[in-house]
């Protein structure tokens, strides 16, 4: 079971910040930014190019989530980056949005 699985699943550990019926959000263990959050569907799909049209709402709910973080956080601004395939930089292939506010400290 991949690594985002086992935290969805608490068999391993996370500092969860959002969790509903579709999706959970945690604090990155390395972070790149002040605040820097993970919004991840329970359900395990790759990546942004294993996405079906069946999964648009779910992609769609990733953003008002992230959104909702953001408002919890008092951000007034915020990045919100998708690493899509090994050449996109992704390491974890279980989809992820990544949310980076206040002062960035390094690369996503
Ligand atoms: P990506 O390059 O988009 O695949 O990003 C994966 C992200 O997951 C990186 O920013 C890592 O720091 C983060 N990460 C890896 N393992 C964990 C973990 N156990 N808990 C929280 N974040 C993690
Ligand atoms: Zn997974």
Redesign the pocket.
């Known amino acids: 079971?991949?690594?985002?699985?086992?935290i969805?699943n608490k068999e391993l550990p996370s500092t969860i910040v959002y969790e509903d019926e579709q999706v959970i959000a945690f604090n990155d263990i390395n972070p790149s930014a002040d605040v820097h959050v993970l919004i991840?569907p329970k359900k395990?799909?790759?990546s942004i190019m294993e996405l079906e049209e069946a999964d648009e709402k779910l992609a769609g709910h990733l953003l008002t989530v992230a959104h909702k973080i953001a408002k919890e956080k008092n951000l007034k601004g915020y990045k919100l980056q998708f690493n899509v395939g090994k050449e996109g930089g992704q390491i974890?292939?279980?989809?992820h949005l990544h949310l980076l506010g206040g002062k960035v400290h390094g690369q996503v």
Do not use: S
Not at 1 to 6: K, V
Not at 92 to 95: A, E, Q, R, S
């Open positions: 079971m991949c690594i985002f699985c086992q969805i991840v395990h799909i790759d974890i292939f279980h989809l």
